[in-house]
């Protein structure tokens, strides 16, 4: 079956967009992880629609077979990696542009620090929250990302993405079902294209100096300097994840090389030389150590790819 994907997919896709055994610790941000037996890029609608209709084509199915990787900035690959397909967008998927006075059409492979730099250069107002969130705009819509008070869920307008069956549909907001951390594509198996987004008149310099700002706490506050996927847990409602882990005296607690930040212990860092492995089972005893000390059941923001022990 593997030789006849090899050969499906060369029929479709240029020789240099299909790799194999492609080391994933070079595209999460934890800089963890072993290899996907494939994974391949592309870069238009086209090769999109194909590459579906060959793995609907093939009985793979997705999650299990194949996974749409954003900038891997919110993922926990598995060390022994993942024995299917990583779909990577790029290309035609990676442009975003001014649609009209306030409105930006984004690709899913656009970086949420482009489309900002794009509303600020045209005068508009509201994505400055997203600036310093490191992932791409598919990214941004399946987590409904947000920091600092705001979220996908107040600019975007509507939604690209190509279901299952290669069909393109347009989702508007009110199908969205953004809430924390989540959207409609976490329950649909989407491969997300692009939204419109929609922002307001501001001026150049204010929408500069709050992204500065906004960078400024950032730098201040989160432990930048290591590989990492933000935060790791969920905000449990009424508290603080980072309170309850060091109140469970956890600052600075490790399991080989993933440790829970001196500086901000929302974070799990890898200080160097971490496995995935290590991340995982580090999280697992945050985990069972605040439920411990405060009764609370701490939940993953950080989504896992491939095989974990449990
Ligand atoms: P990935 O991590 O690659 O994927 C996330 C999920 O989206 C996966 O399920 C993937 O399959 C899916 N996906 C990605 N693209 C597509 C697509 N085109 N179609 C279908 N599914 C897709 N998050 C916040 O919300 N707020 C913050 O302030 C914040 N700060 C962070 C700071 C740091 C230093 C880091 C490392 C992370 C931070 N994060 C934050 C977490 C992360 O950046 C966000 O969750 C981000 O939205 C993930 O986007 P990504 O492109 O990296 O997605």
Do not use: W
């Not at 549909?169 to 329950?187: A, H, M, N, P, V």
């Amino acid at each position: 079956m593997r030789f006849d994907l090899d050969e499906k997919l060369a029929g479709i896709l240029p020789e240099d967009s299909i790799i194999k055994n492609e080391d994933m610790s070079r595209h999460t941000t934890f800089r963890t992880g072993g290899p996907a037996d494939y994974f391949i890029k592309i870069s238009s609608d086209e090769e999109l629609v194909s590459i579906l209709n060959l793995l609907k084509e093939m009985k793979m199915k997705p999650k299990e077979d194949y996974y749409v990787l954003g900038n891997g900035s919110n993922l926990l690959v598995s060390d022994a990696g993942f024995r299917g397909v990583v779909l990577s967008l790029c290309g035609d998927f990676s442009k975003c542009s001014m649609t009209g006075d306030n409105h930006i059409k984004a690709g899913a492979a656009a970086l949420n620090v482009a489309v900002a730099n794009l509303a600020r250069d045209n005068e508009l107002t509201g994505f400055e929250f997203a600036h310093g969130i490191p992932g791409s705009i598919g990214g941004a819509l399946v987590m409904n990302a947000g920091a600092y008070g705001g979220e996908m869920k107040q600019v975007v307008r509507s939604v690209y993405a190509f279901d299952e069956n290669a069909s393109l549909r347009k989702l508007d907001l009110d199908e969205l079902e953004f809430g924390y951390r989540t959207s409609i594509f976490k329950k649909k198996n989407y491969v997300i294209t692009g939204c419109d987004i929609e922002l307001k008149k501001g001026k150049k310099n204010e929408i500069e100096s709050l992204m500065n700002e906004l960078k400024e706490k950032r730098i201040s506050k989160q432990p930048l300097e290591y590989p990492s996927a933000g935060s790791t847990f969920k905000r449990p409602e009424g508290y603080f994840a980072g309170k309850l882990i060091e109140d469970a005296g956890l600052r600075g607690y490790s399991v080989g090389g993933a440790q829970v930040s001196e500086k901000h212990c929302g974070f799990v860092i890898n200080k160097g030389n971490a496995t995935s492995e290590d991340v995982y089972r580090l999280i697992s005893d945050i985990q069972e150590k605040v439920f411990k000390s405060s009764g609370v059941k701490l939940s993953p923001e950080v989504i896992l790819l491939g095989d974990f022990e449990k």
